[in-house]
Nanobody, 122 residues
Framework: QVNLVESGGGAVQAGGSLVLSCAASGLVFNSYVMGWFRQAPGQEREFVGGIDWAGIGPYYADSVKGRFAVSRDNAENTVTLHMNSLRPEDTAVYYC???????????????WGQGTQVTVSS
């Protein structure tokens, strides 16, 4: 059984930083591209950032480029999302997900975590 468990969400003021982590189990971790998505109330779940199997090629949505960074540790089966210069519009539930391919579409991701709430106040 594949499990992805996010942690590290919380409340922060605009301009602040948060680090989200995702612990994976039940899969051959380095065989999967890992992605982060987010969903704000009343909105579609959207791609935030992802990282390739080896962890050398992160890629991002334009809305977070330069502020967020994705990394992974294949020895620990974890993927991390560093979020800096947070804005109120970054408020959402953040999800990690696993895909066989480098992708930005939700439908390309096979496994999902339960999500962690991030709230940014102005």
């Amino acid at each position: 059984q594949v499990n992805l468990v996010e942690s590290g969400g919380g409340a922060v003021q605009a301009g602040g930083s948060l680090v989200l982590s995702c612990a994976a189990s039940g899969l051959v971790f380095n065989s999967y591209v890992m992605g982060w998505f987010r969903q704000a109330p009343g909105q579609e779940r959207e791609f935030v950032g992802g990282i390739d199997w080896a962890g050398i090629g992160p890629y991002y949505a334009d809305s977070v480029k330069g502020r967020f960074a994705v990394s992974r540790d294949n020895a620990e089966n974890t993927v991390t999302l560093h979020m800096n210069s947070l804005r109120p519009e970054d408020t959402a539930v953040y999800y990690c997900a696993a895909s066989r391919i480098i992708a930005r579409e939700r439908s390309d991701y096979l496994y999902w975590g339960q999500g962690t709430q991030v709230t940014v106040s102005s």
